[in-house]
T-cell receptor, first 113, second 111 residues
Framework: DQQVKQNSPSLSVQEGRISILNCDYT??????FLWYKKYPAEGPTFLIS?????DKNEDGRFTVFLNKSAKHLSLHIVPSQPGDSAVYFC????????????FGSGTQLTVLP | NAGVTQTPKFRVLKTGQSMTLLCAQD?????MYWYRQDPGMGLRLIHY???????AKGEVPDGYNVSRLKKQNFLLGLESAAPSQTSVYFC??????????FGSGTRLTVV
């Protein structure tokens, strides 16, 4: 049973428009959420994160929103650029000594020029 | 800055063969992890280590063993490879929950 779900395997948007990637989770004990970006033949790289005590975090063109009551988070990319085309993984962490991350299945974002 | 280095990058094994994947990090991180990535499944944790000499099971540990004899190295072993272990394997290290650094992956095919 997947505790972190990304229900959209793929998303296409036009360059300059907004990209919205969604993620749902089932475990209410998760206290930290992250987004990773992955290009082909490379490892995932950290993009942005949010603590469960916040509902929004911004970093340049990237904003993550957290809705704890709905157990839902989203990543907004504005404006989208062709270089943003990649697989985006949502991840969640439980408090604890090892801080293992539980990942979603990923969403392939394609930004069309 | 090398970061996290995985060797080999590609490997083809026959069913029943054994092999070891090596992960090396030069950031003095305490925590290290092995994940596998399969289509539609995301990344799933195989084993992890919270420090030199320690290891623990993750979500999908069966068929794998690990060792962390030195802080900078985390080895993943397959004793008797099976086709179900065909996957892309990623090693990561971290000093905190937002400090994961991943290697570039090992693509393993078991025939």
């Amino acid at each position: 049973d997947q505790q972190v779900k990304q229900n959209s395997p793929s998303l296409s948007v036009q360059e300059g428009r907004i990209s919205i990637l969604n993620c749902d989770y089932t475990n209410s004990m998760f206290d930290y959420f992250l987004w990773y970006k992955k290009y082909p033949a490379e490892g995932p790289t950290f993009l942005i994160s949010i603590s469960s005590i916040k509902d929004k975090n911004e970093d340049g063109r990237f904003t993550v929103f957290l809705n704890k009551s709905a157990k839902h988070l989203s990543l907004h990319i504005v404006p989208s650029q062709p270089g943003d085309s990649a697989v985006y993984f949502c991840a969640a962490s439980l408090s604890g000594s090892a801080r293992q991350l539980t990942f979603g299945s990923g969403t392939q974002l394609t930004v069309l020029p | 800055n090398a970061g996290v280095t995985q060797t080999p990058k590609f490997r083809v094994l026959k069913t029943g063969q054994s092999m070891t994947l090596l992960c090396a990090q030069d950031m003095n991180h305490e925590y290290m992890y092995w994940y596998r990535q399969d289509p539609g499944m995301g990344l799933r944790l195989i084993h992890y280590s919270v420090g030199e000499g320690t290891t623990a099971k993750g979500e999908v540990p069966d068929g794998y063993n690990v060792s962390r004899l030195k802080k900078q190295n985390f080895l993943l072993g397959l004793e008797s490879a099976a086709p179900s272990q065909t996957s892309v394997y990623f090693c990561a290290s971290s000093w905190s929950y937002y400090g994961y650094t991943f290697g570039s992956g090992t693509r393993l095919t078991v025939v």
